[in-house]
């Protein structure tokens, strides 16, 4: 599985062995255990009244999974369905179905009743698009673009007001205060953008550093992202492989010369690398402010943007400017900063 999942995307093999096939694993363990405890209770009442409360399941699932982690997307939306007593209609990415489509047949070989889980490959305008609007689908979940998830919202409510569960893009903001341990908070801040290509939804990909630290923040930050290996994503030892595909490379590239043109400094990488296939340099910016597109736009590749801050009340504002809300992170010595903070930050989950 996690041989295709590597060839199927570029992911690194020992990021989907180690860390998505466990979590698959995990999932699956866990909410196996919900399905014996999912129930409704009694309620005691005055008269001759019997009162009781029952979950019922929803009925047909359908679940549409993203590129970037496919065979994780693939068992967080079933898992959780099934144990319900759900069926599902579950649509991989056009780019990386193959993890969903050998999921199929160990699902067949296990003898699933026929008809539980259906797996359903195409493009997004057309198998997602019917998904979506299928009068018989009660529900659909979706991870990936605000843009592709407001044309399934509007679907649901065109269709039979089918209920509703997206999980957007993000251009998380990761607040690095002075009082930081610094080599913690450089490390961190690197992995969380450079994560999987830079193709995370979760990425904090938008950067505010304090004024005292920020030249030495950017130092440090520009000799790590110097110290990557790319390559082959099945070879041990290489930390990064190519983008999924011809258009996220194209898209990420133009992003980047946005960034120079707007007056952002490049300290390091901006371009392809190698000969072949979609490879692009371990990329870093400073000196970037909020209104440049690299600012505010998801970029989803190894881009990382560095910015200034002076006070608190100016950065909480700043990462708050935005239409994204999916995460965000605070490194701080500080208990009372760190949980001001994020009361403060109109994000999902904060670090």
């Given at each position: 599985l996690?041989?295709?999942e590597s060839?199927?995307?570029?992911?690194?093999?020992?990021?989907?062995?180690?860390?998505?096939?466990?979590?698959?694993?995990?999932?699956?363990?866990?909410c196996?255990?919900?399905a014996?405890k999912?129930?409704g209770r009694?309620?005691?009442?005055d008269?001759n009244f019997f009162?009781?409360?029952?979950h019922?399941?929803?009925?047909?699932?359908?679940?549409?999974?993203?590129w970037?982690?496919?065979l994780?997307?693939f068992?967080?939306?079933i898992?959780?369905?099934l144990?319900?007593g759900?069926?599902?209609?579950?649509k991989?990415?056009?780019q990386?179905?193959l993890?969903?489509?050998?999921?199929?047949?160990?699902?067949?070989?296990?003898?699933?009743?026929p008809?539980v889980?259906?797996?359903?490959?195409?493009?997004?305008?057309?198998?997602?698009?019917?998904?979506?609007?299928?009068?018989?689908i009660d529900?659909?979940a979706?991870?990936?673009?605000?843009e592709?998830?407001k044309?399934?919202?509007?679907?649901?409510?065109k269709?039979n007001?089918k209920?509703?569960?997206?999980?957007?893009?993000?251009?998380s903001?990761?607040?690095?205060?002075?009082?930081?341990d610094l080599?913690?908070?450089?490390?961190?801040?690197?992995?969380?953008?450079f994560?999987?290509?830079?193709?995370?939804c979760?990425a904090?990909?938008?950067?505010?550093?304090?004024?005292?630290?920020?030249?030495?923040?950017?130092r440090r930050?520009?000799?790590?992202a110097?110290?990557?290996?790319?390559?082959n994503?099945?070879l041990?030892?290489?930390?990064?492989g190519?983008?999924i595909?011809?258009?996220?490379?194209k898209k990420i590239?133009d992003?980047?010369?946005?960034?120079?043109?707007?007056?952002?400094?490049l300290?390091?990488?901006?371009g392809?690398?190698?000969e072949?296939?979609?490879?692009?340099?371990?990329?870093?910016?400073?000196n970037?402010?909020?209104?440049?597109r690299?600012?505010k736009?998801?970029?989803?590749?190894?881009?990382?943007q560095?910015?200034?801050f002076?006070t608190?009340?100016?950065v909480?504002?700043?990462a708050?400017?935005?239409?994204?809300?999916?995460a965000?992170a605070?490194?701080?010595k500080?208990?009372d900063?760190?949980?001001?903070?994020?009361?403060?930050?109109?994000?999902?989950?904060?670090?």
């Amino acid at each position: 599985l996690q041989t295709m999942e590597s060839i199927d995307g570029g992911k690194l093999f020992s990021h989907a062995y180690l860390m998505d096939l466990d979590a698959c694993i995990k999932t699956l363990r866990y909410c196996a255990g919900w399905a014996d405890k999912i129930h409704g209770r009694t309620v005691p009442m005055d008269g001759n009244f019997f009162t009781f409360t029952r979950h019922e399941p929803i009925g047909v699932c359908g679940q549409i999974i993203p590129w970037n982690f496919p065979l994780l997307m693939f068992m967080w939306k079933i898992a959780v369905a099934l144990c319900c007593g759900n069926t599902v209609v579950i649509k991989p990415a056009e780019q990386t179905p193959l993890t969903a489509l050998y999921m199929g047949s160990l699902i067949k070989e296990v003898r699933f009743p026929p008809g539980v889980v259906n797996i359903v490959p195409g493009f997004g305008p057309t198998a997602g698009a019917a998904i979506s609007h299928h009068m018989d689908i009660d529900k659909v979940a979706f991870t990936g673009s605000t843009e592709v998830g407001k044309l399934i919202k509007e679907a649901a409510g065109k269709s039979n007001l089918k209920r509703v569960t997206l999980e957007l893009g993000g251009k998380s903001p990761n607040i690095i205060f002075a009082d930081a341990d610094l080599d913690t908070a450089v490390e961190f801040a690197h992995i969380g953008l450079f994560y999987h290509q830079g193709q995370c939804c979760i990425a904090g990909s938008r950067i505010f550093v304090e004024e005292p630290i920020y030249d030495e923040f950017v130092r440090r930050s520009i000799e790590r992202a110097k110290k990557y290996t790319l390559g082959n994503p099945l070879l041990p030892g290489v930390q990064q492989g190519p983008q999924i595909d011809k258009e996220q490379f194209k898209k990420i590239l133009d992003l980047i010369e946005s960034g120079k043109k707007e007056g952002a400094k490049l300290e390091c990488g901006g371009g392809p690398w190698g000969e072949k296939g979609y490879f692009i340099q371990p990329t870093v910016f400073s000196n970037v402010t909020d209104n440049m597109r690299i600012a505010k736009e998801e970029i989803f590749g190894p881009v990382q943007q560095i910015m200034k801050f002076k006070t608190v009340d100016e950065v909480i504002r700043r990462a708050n400017n935005t239409t994204y809300g999916l995460a965000a992170a605070v490194f701080t010595k500080d208990i009372d900063k760190a949980l001001t903070f994020a009361s403060a930050l109109q994000a999902g989950t904060v670090w």
